[in-house]
């Protein structure tokens, strides 16, 4: 017999998207309750969101260290299960490393770490613990990336030989971290978010929505990166040329200043025998080309949905699902690993493709390969 | 200060579609948790549902009349505030009759009732205590829906002239109610269902979607309802005629043998000045159009968005929300209303417009005259 | 061997929205040349109008009874072959008849005649003198359209139980009338247009298209029809409950009060097995749907179409046709039909499926089984 | 008062696709007369072919080299205008540099030639002779096309950025040049398309497309250039990275592999202030995106739609034109021009706006980057 999972959470407090977001995604399934946090760097302004939260004040810590320290020494059986961080980018290879070296499992932001040593040293430290690690590649949560994912591994595509995965977005058509605005501020402060704007916040979920569904790992790119806007201190935009290893070939590209676009994540897959897109704005559709008979359009929800598709799923078609339920599933897949864990069961193998540390490793050579082309004139650049 | 109230489930147990789904939408926010049940008509069923839902063995009942005594009985900071009601329809009314009696704020499925007369009996009984009473017409919760709503309110479009409203499905294609199916067997028996098939089902969501959207009520309705498929009790499909207070005309239909479609709801609504379309297999999206000018695309989490809208979208522009979050939208309402009743606060207007026995009653009064004018050969049937 | 018809026209001049349309049509496929019309009422713009298109001045006629008056003593190897008529409702049967009397083929603007009776007349006509005889109902020249109702033929979609057709226009929001617009004058004047509005224009498309492609007739049918523009002497909407010869139902609704609608003429049939969708503004593309596998969208110019489709198709799949070659269709069947009588050979059948007088009769009993019924208050009138 | 103009037809003989559709094209304005043709390479099949098309059997001819030498002995009211030249790419230059040099007029299918060089000629023939040259990149006959050139010359999205433009087909996911097929066999065989495949064939389509709605110039690109389909000896892929004279980046891709495609032509254009989205399988829609304010549909045929658009749209609001409307708009600007120039008046701008030799040039400089780049494992590469 199973029990709820508890949940502690750093960053994330009043104001902040992304906390909101995930404590939504880890209620959904009513498996998991919000049980203690470090929620804000100011420690006035963590108190007052642990408030709004219903915490426990005792359990609405100042700082994440205190965190760690206080539960560590909680009874088993209250203690926090696991602890989520959404943090900016510069706050999560720290916080990570003590979870896991304390013995909590993880859930993270992404992109998962500042540099590709700091995300070579969490997976390392993963594995060494055995403990779990998710990280928030939401986008891959979708039932229909799931499906065409295992449509593309069953062969149904055939060989795959071209890819166009597209992340644009036009909210930073303007200097909008000039005039104060958070979400805009960090995100283009290299102190911040690291080398890489657009590439790091937007262009690796792009990299991970690709070698998810196809399976296939890029080798090679060659990007054409752009600051756009005026005084701006990070990529707002990258056009990329792919090669994957098995030879086929791709174009990514991702944007903040595609003026009037909002989070129009999509992707196209072509192989010898066929070819799907999706695009996130309406997530629960998948069209599927033939060569030589009418393109399909999957829905989500219908009885010739493949198992992974249908596990993730709480509606029966026509009943649209979305971003939140999509983030919810990572954290299934999440909890149903800590909860067979805990109880020596096994989890069932179509919950355990949640995205790891395997994938903030890719991330992270991703960012690295596409800022050096980008810096040599889109030289073609190795990705191990 | 507000505090998470305490729900209690009658019906929703194992297997049960929307019982999940209630759970889900009233614990999205974070503002509701469940305490209790009386989740299955089977007492062990009902017990083994309360262990899958962590419930307190002791608050897992087996029927609801033990529920409502217990609970009563319970200490005020741990009595459970409102009930949920998702039970077949003829299971509606004795226990939210019940549930007011006892004290208790109501959630119910809807149609509201078996009968129209027990509808008005619930719409007095709820004014006389002041209790809070939330019906689950799920499809006005989607921001876009208030959106569409307050433009018309606002007379952008003019005086309305025309609407129509569909919702087409094609799950009983077949008979498929002879195979055992559940959810189609309860739906298809008068005497679970009442006495209508699709019109109660889902004719009632378009008729309360077009009243809420346009904020005119149907006063004349002409209706063709047929039984298409042998041996079916129960009608599924009407092609209805409407008019509306205001001199609007317009066209309703509903039909489970639309064979090949989902959850089709969808309106138009067309006045001098302009008209909207809306489709819930796209929630997030609205098609405005103009005589004179191009059409506009309105989409949820933008800055032009209204008040009512913004308030009720949980995610950026671009992330869709879907049928869940409209659903926990109603869950929103309802709780804040609750909660502002304990706190003795004022809710804001903008979460207090949540369906209630009002459309309750609309929806049993569409449903008479409904099969009324089916049974007189689509002759006019008013509706008071 | 084959030759180019020659082809007269009635009306159509200058300024003319639909005769110009019919010569594109006529010209598409370079089997037709227009030797000569009576191209306006006004003597002296028809003279002007034949200058323009290049016509002989001798046989820019100023009337159409000198027209055939003159084009009869022509020897037959310049006569013309077939008239064109084109002017407004209330000219339509006239010229027609005498066309035919005077050994003319006939290509006729819809509704076909001012009354029944003519249309009667007409058809009576045409099987006499063994003419051919084409009616301008574009819409059904549309290869998908043919597509759609040979898989009905067929039996793909098994038993047809349910039609929704749809003609929404806006343009006649206002009184547009009473500005002088020409097209809208003498659509809304019942001199000219006969004692329908809406319903004649549009709505006769609405209820051939539905016909055609279900092969049924609608046997009854209960009309709500609406004058909503002050002072507009013709209906400008309507709502029509439609009951078919197979005990299928049907709704069919035209408006020119849809504010923002363009030409938004659509059709859904629903049958046993599956169900088809069809939207003139994307005429390439057809929705087919099942109960238990993916939505197909079947598209013009593929492989996989059938021989009618395929046979009315100019490009290969990926280049749009539209209205024009819809229209061209019409006349190429027509011209095929012709081209077979003069050189005595027949025609393959699947071009000689263009409508003709059959359809124009429908049309008219259509317009007074509408009409009846909407002035006894949506009373249901039969269709022989 | 101008007169029809008498065309001469080179190639397009029986089985020819795009012989065919010229003529549609040229015949859809009633202004065009074929008179004319060498119509194949073999005599034969040249003479049938003039039968069917009804041409006068003294003037089809068996080459066109006598074709110029017989109709430039032809009294100037009998004699052709123009020619179209609707051979294989390698049969472009030779006949319509004799064409020019006869003093004919020219409309010529693209890309123009074989060579950058024979390019620059037929460029400065065209200039010396004062004749008026067409060149057949139909997509820009598009009304929308149009409309979103005027609405980036008037500054309405503010300084372009990015620019990103498609041509995915898949016809040729298979070695379909193997089976005999005509159309796949020319275009794969480099001694008759030149040294490249999807690139010339398709690719120069993207690119013409591109320059002529931002009006800017590519000045540099770095393509990825690949032979999917083992044994095919041009490519049938390219991903390309674009920069633009006024700093823009884009990304160009085309392929014939893109299993399940038609000819899925389409752009995206953004500026700083708002962003524009066209796709030629919907071309009467143009998507206009805003940074905040609701995206536009932008429909042809309405009245807000600009004078360059409204002058190339035949058919009113929600009648859809297509692939040969805009071939026809090529063959109308060309023809108001010709007709201009022969009765020594000025021809309307708006129609002058069709593609000469300077977009010829354009295409095949293009060409010669991609390959280059592509040989050169996508290097950069300027086009000057």
């Known amino acids: 017999m199973s029990r709820k999972l508890r949940m502690g959470m750093i960053g994330g407090g009043i104001g902040a998207f992304i906390g909101a977001v ?44 205190e965190m760690f320290e206080k539960e560590s020494q909680l009874p088993a059986d ?33 992109p998962m770490t500042f540099s590709t040593d700091e995300a070579l040293e969490l997976d390392r ?27 593309i591994k069953a062969g149904e595509l055939g060989k795959i030989r071209k890819v166009v995965v597209e992340y644009p977005q036009g909210w930073l058509s303007t ?21 890489a704007g657009s590439v790091g916040d937007i262009g690796t979920h792009a990299e991970n929505l690709a070698e998810t569904i196809t399976g296939l790992h890029v080798t090679e790119l060659s990007a054409d990166v752009t600051k756009f806007v005026e005084g701006r201190m990070l990529d707002d935009d990258a056009n ?13 590209h ?18 010898e025998k066929g070819g799907i897109q999706w695009h996130q ?7 599927v080309k033939w060569l030589d008979k009418p393109m399909e359009v999957y829905r989500t929800g219908n009885g010739y949905m493949g198992e992974a598709a249908a596990a993730h799923t709480r509606t029966p078609a026509g009943h649209p699902e979305g971003y939140l339920e999509a983030f919810a599933n990572i954290y299934r897949g999440f909890t149903k690993t800590v909860q067979a864990k805990i109880s020596g069961s096994k989890v069932d ?24 082309s980008g810096e040599k004139n889109a030289a073609w650049v190795k990705l191990d």
Chains 1, 2, 3, 4 share one sequence.
Not at 125 to 138: M, N, S
Not at 177 to 189: I, L, S, Y
Not at 240 to 252: M, P, Q, S, T, Y
Not at 361 to 368: A, C, E, H, L, Y
Request: charged letters at 25%; proline letters at 5%; aromatic letters at 10%.
């Open 22 to 65: 995930h404590r939504i995604a880890a209620g959904i399934d009513g498996q998991i309750e919000l049980v203690c946090g470090a929620l804000d760097i100011d420690p006035e302004r963590a108190v007052q969101a642990g408030k709004e939260l219903y915490l426990d004040p005792a359990r609405s810590y100042r700082t994440y260290d």
């Open 78 to 110: 209250q203690r926090m299960d696991f602890v989520t961080i959404v943090t900016p980018n510069f706050v999560h290879f720290d916080p990570a490393k003590k979870a896991l070296e304390h013995g909590f499992h993880v859930v993270c932001e992404k």
């Open 125 to 151: 430290l993963v594995k060494e613990t055995g403990l779990t690690f998710a990280l928030a590649h939401t986008y891959t949560g979708y039932p229909m990336v799931k499906q065409a994912r295992d449509m």
């Open 175 to 195: 200097p909008l971290e000039q005039t104060g605005q958070q979400q805009a501020a960090w995100r283009t402060d290299p102190k911040k978010s690291g080398k």
């Open 240 to 252: 990329v040329l792919l090669r994957f290893e098995n030879g086929a070939k791709g174009v990514l």
């Open 254 to 271: 991702c944007s903040q200043i595609a003026a009037g676009e909002e989070n129009a994540l999509n992707i196209r897959v072509y192989g």
């Open 281 to 287: 704005h309406d997530p629960n559709t998948m069209y």
């Open 349 to 372: 193998p179509v919950y355990s493709d949640f995205p790891s540390t395997h994938e903030g490793v890719r991330g992270m050579k991703f960012i690295d390969a596409v800022i050096e």
